[in-house]
């Protein structure tokens, strides 16, 4: 009788002591993600541009039906990502300023979402590349804008863009690996048959310490 009046005890004792302790559930986990090894060829084809892109990505012709000449997209098919090229060439200081204008306003449309959006100044003189860096924090459907100008006669915008639900956490690693691809492709950006040095630019040219 002593015998199971003192198991019993025990037992509610260790029932007890559970009950007490906290549970803490674990993170969510996500899969590993294997990242290619960094390399990159230029893309030189007829278009108005030039630059360097990773090995691993594919530029293909946008086809959309808004679609216009020299538009692409570099595709991440190992990411279900890619980053969206569109083109204008420029005819007057209004459209200038439109398409400046257009570059903010697509950015900041991801207020929503966004916890912070931070611009930072490309500039490059000797190439006469000049543009504004968005980095859009927080789970949005873009991460990563910019557009580029020689300020008179060309203008190009990128959009890095993820075909799924955002979902910051999960995505980091690759967008921290594909941030490095487009600051090389920002770095190495050239225009072809550049007039510039003939025309007055339409914005005064930013200061060269933004590097990007």
């Known amino acids: 009788m002593k015998t199971n009046f003192s198991l019993c005890?025990?037992?509610?004792?260790?029932?007890?002591?559970?009950?007490?302790?906290?549970y803490t559930p674990k993170p969510r986990g996500y899969f590993k993600i294997d990242l290619p090894k960094k390399a990159y060829q230029t893309y030189n084809s007829?278009?108005?541009?030039?630059?360097?892109?990773?090995?691993?990505?594919?530029i293909l012709s946008d086809v959309a039906k808004n679609a216009k000449p020299y538009w692409i997209d570099v595709v991440y098919?190992?990411?279900?990502?890619?980053?969206?090229i569109s083109y204008q060439s420029i005819t007057s200081k209004k459209?200038?300023?439109?398409?400046?204008?257009?570059?903010?306003?697509f950015a900041f449309k991801h207020?929503?979402?966004?916890?912070?959006?931070?611009?930072?100044?490309?500039?490059y003189p000797d190439k006469k590349v000049y543009g504004i860096y968005y980095?859009?924090?927080?789970?949005?459907?873009?991460?990563?804008?910019?557009?580029?100008?020689?300020?008179?006669?060309?203008?190009l915008r990128g959009a890095l863009y993820f075909n799924e639900q955002?979902?910051?956490?999960?995505?980091?690693?690759?967008?921290?690996?594909?941030?490095?691809?487009?600051?090389?492709?920002?770095?190495s950006f050239r225009?072809?048959?550049?007039?510039s040095n003939n025309q007055k630019a339409f914005i005064p040219l930013p200061p060269s310490k933004g590097d990007k």
């Open 95 to 105: 459209e200038f300023n439109e398409l400046i204008e257009d570059a903010r306003t």
């Open 77 to 84: 098919p190992q990411f279900n990502g890619r980053i969206h």
């Open 166 to 187: 955002p979902r910051l956490d999960s995505i980091q690693p690759v967008l921290d690996f594909i941030e490095k691809d487009i600051k090389v492709m920002i770095k």
């Open 46 to 58: 007829s278009s108005p541009y030039s630059f360097d892109f990773p090995a691993y990505a594919q």
């Open 9 to 22: 005890i025990i037992s509610l004792l260790l029932l007890l002591s559970s009950c007490a302790n906290d």
């Open 135 to 155: 980095s859009i924090d927080g789970n949005t459907a873009s991460s990563i804008q910019f557009f580029l100008t020689d300020s008179t006669k060309n203008y």
């Open 111 to 123: 207020t929503v979402k966004a916890t912070s959006i931070d611009e930072s100044v490309i500039s």
């Open 191 to 195: 225009w072809k048959k550049s007039n």
